[in-house]
């Protein structure tokens, strides 16, 4: 299965409302999606400058490419099957939400100085503004919120929700 992606812009009414701008990526988790889903990111927050007008950092650029490619690399190691890629924006905020099949819900692993590898659920607490976790009649849906704009202390996340 090759990458399929959708992208939609959604005005909501309003004076001066800018609406909402959304993007849905499927992939078969094979040899290079993850490189896919980070450039699907990428070129949805391009888009979203371009065709909204909406000022997005470059750190949140690099923040939310990081993000989807550490939950990607999850569903490529503990999730058989293919996974969904949603994305939705009001311009301040970047919510990404990963779908797979996998039963098991991801969990930090406690501090260890000596463990090599398995941060990458650690990095995405740190960065992110929101983490919920959902189970699925089949699998999970993981979704993070970001901030696309950066805080006055340049904290990775802008303000943080805890």
Known sequence: MKQQATCESVNRGGRGETGTMRGSAAYDMTSGAIARARGFVRDFLTEAGSSKGWSVSERAADVAQLVVSELATNVCKYAPGPCLLDLES???????????????LPAASPSDPTRIGRHGLELVLMVCQSFEIHREPVGKRVTVRLSLHDSTDHSPSGHTAW
């Open 90 to 104: 009001d311009g301040a905020v970047l919510s990404i939400t990963m779908w797979d099949s996998g039963p098991v």
